[in-house]
């Protein structure tokens, strides 16, 4: 059983930056491979980033590309979303989960366990 604790949001204007973390407890971070997802109010929870277990392969969506880096630090049990740039649709409730999955996945099915969330809010 793998618990996940996110950190790191908050209120931030338009352009500027935050990085946020996601603490794993419980079990064997290294075994598996993290993703960080968002969700607004209203819609569904969306895809972000991923990171293989060994950092070699980050897949980013397509809107967040060339600003957004994730990093994990193995020895620390830890997960990492460095986001610049920030703009106002980036506004969302930020989930980081775990897969067990061969590769990192961008689909939320396939996600065994979350955090609560961290609120991460963009003003223009």
């Known amino acids: 059983q793998v618990q996940l604790v996110e950190s790191g949001g908050g209120l931030v204007q338009a352009g500027g930056s935050l990085r946020l973390s996601c603490a794993a407890t419980?079990?064997?971070?290294?075994?598996?491979?993290m993703g960080w997802f968002r969700q607004a109010p209203g819609k569904e929870r969306d895809f972000v980033a991923a990171?293989?277990?060994?950092?070699?392969?980050?897949p980013y969506a397509d809107s967040v590309k060339g600003r957004f880096t994730i990093s994990r630090d193995n020895a620390k049990n830890t997960v990492y979303l460095q986001m610049n740039n920030l703009k106002p649709e980036d506004t969302a409730v930020y989930y980081c989960?775990?897969?067990?999955?061969?590769?990192?996945?961008?689909?939320?099915?396939?996600?065994?366990?979350w955090g609560q969330g961290t609120q991460v809010t963009v003003s223009s």
């Open positions: 989960g775990a897969s067990a999955l061969l590769l990192p996945t961008a689909l939320s099915n396939n996600y065994k366990y």
């Open positions: 990171i293989s277990r060994n950092g070699g392969t980050t």
């Open positions: 419980g079990g064997t971070f290294g075994g598996y491979n």
